[in-house]
């Protein structure tokens, strides 16, 4: 019994940490209007994301939250990102670079 809630503990705390796939796919519904829910662009202009770089991905995210990818179309996701927690932004990019290309 012991073992089983420390295995749980870690597996909730590793979950958190590394992102969760399932917890990003609930949150992308607010960013599937432009780059699809299966990460492929709805229109010209928009990124594909699915099966992007689970790095770059976190980076460029923060990077517009923090205002240092600007220029371009980023004003639009400046505000996407802004109210957007560490953890927000691990699961959402566990989820899309998860996704097939
Ligand atoms: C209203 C349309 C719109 C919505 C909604 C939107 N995005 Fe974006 N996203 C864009 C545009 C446009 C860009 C390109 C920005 C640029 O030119 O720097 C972009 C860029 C990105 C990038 C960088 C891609 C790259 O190749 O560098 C990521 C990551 C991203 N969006 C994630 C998200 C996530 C996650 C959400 C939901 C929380 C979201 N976006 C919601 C329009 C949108």
Redesign the pocket.
Same mark, same amino acid.
């Given at each position: 019994m012991k073992y089983l809630i420390l295995s749980i503990a870690l597996f909730a705390s590793t979950a958190s940490f590394a992102g969760d796939i399932d917890i990003g796919k609930a949150?992308?519904t607010?960013?599937?209007?432009?780059?699809g829910m299966d990460g492929k662009s709805v229109a010209p202009? @928009?990124?594909?994301?699915a099966g /992007?770089d689970l790095t770059?991905?976190k980076n /460029? +995210?923060k990077n @517009?939250r923090d205002k240092t990818?600007t220029?371009? /179309?980023?004003a639009? =996701?400046t505000g =996407?990102?802004a109210g957007?927690s560490d953890e927000?932004?691990n699961n +959402?990019?566990m989820y @899309?670079s998860s996704l097939k290309p």
């Open positions: 949150g992308a607010v960013c599937a209007g432009c780059h202009g @928009f990124p594909n994301l /992007q770059y991905l /460029q +995210l @517009f990818r220029g371009g /179309q980023s639009i =996701m =996407m990102a957007l927000d932004i +959402l990019a @899309f």
